[in-house]
Each structure stands twice: as structure tokens, then as C-alpha cells.
């Protein structure tokens, strides 16, 4: 089995946290070189590419994605893409980062049941694991997860469709894929399908709202002792930030919340909830319009955000064209200064949506309340605090040449648009012609091997933590150089400044996916440590 594009295949590190911790361990993968590719989308035609990334994501700030496309890390159907190049219907842009994996906790996905005679998982996903590779999380993504350590290649939620030769160069199926999904910091029960048949019954099922699903939360507070329901309208109003409110132009929604116990000790409420629809976010979001967010929600349940009444019962939705300009960091105000990413003439490069305010709001549904725009803004300034660009000023790229890679393998210029054929195989540009072969991984071995015997498929037997560790390789990642002035670490092969680790308790958040009831039956994994009576936690 070989790896994307190409690249080497990853060892896996398991880390200590550190001493206050407690609680579980970390799960790193040393950097890498990765090209992200995509089709152009139609949001995107006739718009500058550096307005498109910077509006798109939030992984880097505004100076890194402007110096970056000055540097040739993008390409749009094979030829180096500047800032100012226009994107149009058809082309295929490649991006090529040294991909820094945030950790997840090294508690290991459990499988609860395998059954084989009707093609489906039922799996405990642990809080900190994305679903679906995205943003910065590719390896440490459960779908990854499947597919390298538990050799689980093909598994459907639709029916395979024919190859595109712009998707995966190296998968030939559909990687594993989950019908129903859970956000990352969320944990729990997630049903799986390993074929495309079931793949669309259950899609139905959900879909129709005859899945009986239950959560278990713990929220701010003294939950009321009665039944509450919950049937606010449900909106996204933030793409990039995956920001929901209740609006009256949403989806309908309806959850209902049973308290099972009030903790005197941490004023908080351990709350059985089911929701009855299935829309983004939406037992925080109700919880919070409840005036009872869950405790530990790095968003909903945030001060600095919603400010002290933290969202309860909504905020104003009535529309506003105010858009106040983001404040860049002190070192970068001035044009004059040595650090400055950008042209020193003040009126040398237009500002973008992302510098103006304009692109809040971008990618929702119905115009935005002034109080929307502060929430986005002070969840965006928030995010950009906790990723501390400044840090920028102390680790300024020493050359461009370091944003791309010396060796990888890239996709060949796609030919004129007339003569393009979609299905069959890719072709690799190899930039290594001797390029040393890597053995198999562990995983690999028992994929392949599974693959070639059926009667060696895993079984529900579970991985235990101990074995999680020991089956990963002690290769550790490049030790990260310093800067001589400051002592900010940074990377030495793309001059990334290095956060320090997560503590493990901030990984997830307290709701979890308790039991689901459908046609394939019912299902249900064990209670969280976090809702039991009396338990208390580091905030």
C-alpha cells in the first residue's frame, strides 16, 4: 500500500503529557510534506487565489498565505500560481505544505462490534479525532485511523463511484467513511458501513429521522428537574469557524434534555438529551440558548465570545452592514518594520475581505446582526490568539526556498481542457528517481494481509491502550531548532513556530453519544468517566 502521492508512510509517536495532565496521552506524527489538491469550486471563479485562501481558511495567518504564494507552494494546473492569479472553471490547484498534525489523545478507537454478515462497525470514537481529514488533520482522522490501523480499506457510505484522476492518486475505492458523523471534541458511539447497500439504507434512516439517538452532556449550572424541550431554528452563519445560532431563518430542530444528577461541587448538570433532528452543533447550540452550555465548550461556552450572558436565548439577528476591520498585530502596523511580510509602500498591495472585516459573512446563508459580527470576530481573534501568529515577528521565514519541499512527487500539468478524460490511473511526477523504499508499516502488514485472507479480519476484540502503544514505532520527529533571540522553537525544515502541547483534558468536550436505535438494532457504549456523580475536573 503506498502513501499519497507518494510520500514515505508515517510513524506514529506517543508522547507523555505533561505532569499536570493526568489524564491519558498524546498521539503525535512527526511533520511531513503534503500537497493538498482540489477542483476549482464555483464560489471561487474569477476571484483571486491569495482572497480565496485567506477567506477559505484560518490554519495560517493573512502574511504566512501572502509570502507563501510569493514563495511558489501553489500551483494551478501545474504551473506556480502568484497572488494575484485568477482562478477559473476547470483548473486543478495543488498546494504543497509541511503539514504540522495537532495531537489527539492516544486513547484508541474502540470497535464494539464487527458484524460481518451484514457489512457494518459499530465503533467509540475517543473526543479529539476529526471524522474526515480536514484542515490541519489528515493521519489523525478516524477515517485514516481505519484504513492504517485497523485495516479497514473499503467501507462505503454511497456507492463507489468510478476513479477521478484528481482525487487520491494512490486509492482506487473510497477510503472508509462515516454516515453518521460526530464533531471532533465530541466522543462516542458512530455506526459505520461496510458496503454501499448499507451504506444508503442507513442514510434513509437518518435522513428520515427514525434513528433514536441519545447524548449524555454536562452543562453549566442547575439544570431543571423537568423534561425540557428544545425546538429552536438552527443556522451556520460561519463556515470557517463552524459558528451556529439560533436564527429564525435556520433548519428546525428539537432536542429534549433530561437531568440526571446536579453536582453541588462544580455547579454543573450531567443531562441525558435527544435530539430528534440532526443539525450542526445543535445540542450546544441549544443548551447555550438554554442559558446551561456545556461546561467545558471551548466556544459556546466561552466569556471572551458571547461576553457574560453567554448567548442565552439568542443573540440580535436583525441585519447590519457594519464590518470592522480585524487589528493586525503590533509588529505588523507599520509598513517600515524589519518584520513586516508585506510591500513596504503603504499603497503597494490591496487589502482583501480577510483585512477589511468584509468577508464576515461571506459564506452565510442571511445577512448578519451587528452582535453576529462580533461574536465571528471575537471567535476569529480568539482562534488567532490561541495559534499566537505573533510569534511570526520572533521566526521570519530565513528563505522561501524553505516553504517547499526539496523532493515529492506532483501531479503532471493537466493538458488543455478539450483533451482531459476523467477515470483511470494517475501519473506521478517523481522528483526522487532513487528514492529509498520504505518498508510496510505494522498496519500495512495486517491490511494486506487481512486483504488476502478474510478469515484474518480483525475481530471486536479491542485494542487496549498498552497495545495502541507498543504497536507504534519509536521514531520521533526532527528535535525543532531555536531561535537565538528569543528562544521561540521553530521548526527547522519550514520555519513554523511550535506550540507547546494541549493538555489532554482540553481534547473533548462533555457530550458524548450514548445509544442508537435504528433497523440494524440497538447499540450502545459505556458511560463516560466525566458523568459521574461528584466527578470534578482541571478547567
Not at 493538498?36 to 485567506?54: C, D, H, N, P, Q
Not at 464576515?360 to 481573534?381: D, K, Y
Not at 501531479?411 to 483511470?424: D, E
Amino acid at each position: 500500500m503506498s502513501d499519497s502521492l507518494g510520500q514515505r508512510q508515517l510513524s506514529e509517536v506517543v508522547i507523555p503529557p505533561t505532569p499536570k495532565g493526568g489524564q491519558g496521552l498524546l498521539k503525535k506524527v512527526p511533520p511531513y510534506w503534503y500537497p493538498y489538491t482540489t477542483m476549482a469550486k464555483e464560489r471561487w471563479l474569477g476571484r483571486e487565489i491569495l482572497e480565496i485562501v485567506s477567506t477559505e481558511f484560518r490554519d495560517r495567518s493573512m502574511q504566512y498565505y501572502r509570502y507563501a504564494l510569493d514563495s511558489g507552494v501553489t500551483t494551478i494546473n501545474g504551473k506556480v500560481a502568484k497572488p494575484d492569479t485568477i482562478v477559473k472553471n476547470g483548473d486543478r490547484i495543488e498546494n504543497v505544505v509541511h503539514r504540522h498534525e495537532p495531537p489527539v489523545t492516544a486513547t484508541p478507537v474502540k470497535i464494539i462490534l464487527h458484524d460481518k454478515e451484514r457489512d457494518f462497525l459499530i465503533i467509540d470514537k475517543p473526543g479529539s479525532i476529526p471524522v474526515h481529514a480536514s484542515g490541519r488533520y489528515y493521519r489523525h482522522s478516524l477515517v485514516e485511523m481505519l484504513r492504517h490501523e485497523f485495516g479497514f480499506e473499503k467501507v462505503y457510505s454511497k456507492p463507489p463511484s468510478p476513479p477521478d484522476r484528481f482525487s487520491n492518486p494512490s486509492s482506487s475505492t473510497n477510503p472508509p467513511q462515516a454516515i453518521n458523523r460526530l464533531d471532533r471534541l465530541t466522543s462516542g458511539l458512530m455506526i459505520i458501513p461496510l458496503n454501499a447497500d448499507v451504506a444508503r439504507s442507513l442514510t434513509k434512516e437518518f435522513m428520515n429521522g427514525s434513528v433514536r439517538k441519545e447524548y449524555i452532556a454536562r452543562c453549566k449550572g442547575q439544570f431543571p428537574a423537568e423534561e425540557v424541550v428544545c425546538e429552536q431554528p438552527l443556522l451556520t452563519v460561519d463556515r470557517q469557524m463552524g459558528l451556529n445560532i439560533v436564527h429564525p431563518e435556520g433548519k428546525p430542530a428539537k432536542t429534549v434534555f433530561n437531568r440526571l444528577h446536579h453536582d453541588a461541587n462544580t455547579n454543573t448538570s450531567v443531562l441525558r438529551c435527544r435530539p430528534f433532528t440532526g443539525r450542526s452543533h445543535q445540542i450546544r447550540v441549544h443548551l447555550q440558548y438554554l442559558g446551561h452550555p456545556i461546561a467545558n465548550d471551548p466556544i459556546y461556552s466561552e466569556e471572551r465570545i458571547w461576553g457574560p450572558n453567554l448567548g442565552k436565548s439568542g443573540i440580535d439577528v436583525i441585519p447590519s452592514s457594519q464590518r470592522p476591520a480585524p487589528a493586525p498585530p503590533e509588529h505588523l502596523k507599520s509598513d517600515n518594520s524589519p518584520e513586516s511580510l508585506g510591500d513596504p509602500k503603504p499603497n503597494a498591495k490591496k487589502l482583501l475581505p480577510r483585512e477589511t472585516g468584509q468577508d464576515i459573512g461571506m459564506g452565510s446563508p442571511v445577512p448578519l446582526s451587528a452582535e453576529a459580527v462580533q461574536v465571528i470576530t471575537r471567535l476569529r481573534n480568539m482562534k488567532d490568539e490561541d495559534e499566537d501568529w505573533s510569534r511570526w515577528r520572533d521566526v521570519v521565514f530565513r528563505a522561501k526556498g524553505a516553504l517547499a519541499p526539496k523532493s515529492f512527487r506532483r501531479l503532471p500539468p493537466l493538458p488543455p481542457q478539450n483533451r482531459r478524460k476523467r477515470g483511470g490511473k494517475n501519473v506521478v511526477v517523481d522528483a526522487m528517481e532513487d528514492q529509498e523504499q520504505q518498508p510496510p508499516s505494522h498496519a500495512e502488514s495486517q491490511s494486506q494481509n487481512a486483504l488476502q485472507d478474510p478469515l484474518q479480519c480483525f475481530e471486536p476484540a479491542q485494542i487496549t491502550l498498552p497495545d495502541a502503544i507498543s504497536l507504534l514505532p519509536s521514531l520521533s520527529a526532527a528535535p525543532p531548532s531555536v531561535d537565538s533571540a528569543t528562544g521561540t522553537l521553530y521548526c527547522p525544515e519550514c520555519y513554523l513556530p511550535l506550540h507547546p502541547d494541549p493538555k489532554p483534558e482540553k481534547l473533548y468536550i462533555f457530550l458524548h453519544a450514548l445509544k442508537y436505535e435504528l433497523s440494524l438494532g440497538s447499540f450502545e457504549t459505556d458511560m463516560p468517566e466525566w458523568a459521574r456523580e461528584g466527578w470534578e475536573w482541571e478547567p
